[in-house]
């Protein structure tokens, strides 16, 4: 069964770069048919899709936060990563990592358990 | 504001029916776009429960099934138990070039009274 964790500090200050990165186990990142994507949920509110990546490099982003995020992956470990610039308040949620089906009609079919990011000085 | 629409809430007694709406636009579900469903129970990461606007994943109970019609979809949830008292958010996909492709709805929060 695939399994996704998320890992990365838990308290960010503001200005400064929140990082996390999900490692797979029980597959294989290097998946023709999926996506790799960070999907984040601000304190009691609902989820919004951040950025996908492709095994092979191939990226799309949120076009509100292309600007801040930096996406990658390292099949060599099994990992993808992300890396919001200059945090602030408002991107103080818990972010997931998530396998996603490639193509338009792409779900979201295994998700990590979530890692609560707090962005405070 | 969510591109996709939902109730906040519904709620039903255990054993009814309830069913949660999620209206888009002519960009995402109007398009044919498939829309998928995601439970997620307190304290708990999303869970896929509906994918390709009616199909279940393995292990999701029959209880749980989706529609599609227009620019709208549904969730119907049958023989309400307990433990489906959670959020439930529906996403699909969005052609417009302003916005993120993947969108989710606002969420609706289920109460099994």
């Known amino acids: 069964q695939l399994r996704l964790q998320e890992s990365g500090p838990g308290l960010v200050k503001p200005s400064e770069t929140l990082s996390l990165t999900c490692a797979v186990s029980?597959?294989?990142?290097?998946?023709?048919?999926?996506?790799w994507a960070w999907i984040r949920q601000p304190p009691g509110k609902g989820l919004d899709w951040i950025a996908s990546i492709f095994y092979g490099g191939s990226t799309y982003f949120h076009p509100s936060l292309k600007s801040r995020v930096t996406i990658s992956v390292d099949t060599s470990t099994n990992q993808f990563s992300l890396k919001l610039h200059s945090a602030a308040a408002a991107d103080t949620a818990i972010y997931y990592c998530?396998?996603?089906?490639?193509?338009?009609?792409?779900?979201?079919?295994?998700w990590g358990q979530g890692s609560l990011v707090t962005v405070s000085s | 504001q969510s591109v996709l629409t939902q109730p906040p809430s519904v709620s039903g007694a255990p054993g009814q029916r309830v069913t949660i709406s999620c209206t888009g636009s002519t960009s995402n579900i109007g398009a044919l776009y498939d829309v998928h469903w995601y439970q997620q129970l307190p304290g708990k990461a999303p869970k896929l429960l509906i994918y390709?606007?009616?199909k279940r994943p393995s292990g999701v109970p029959g209880r749980f099934s989706g529609s599609r019609s227009g620019t709208s979809a549904s969730l119907a949830i049958t023989g309400l138990q307990a433990e489906d008292e959670g959020n439930y958010y529906c996403q699909s996909y969005d052609s417009s070039l302003t916005g993120p492709d993947r969108v989710f709805g606002g969420g609706t929060k289920l109460t099994v009274l």
């Open positions: 390709g606007n009616d």
């Open positions: 029980g597959g294989s990142i290097s998946s023709d048919s999926h996506y």
């Open positions: 998530a396998r996603q089906l490639r193509g338009s009609s792409g779900y979201f079919d295994f």
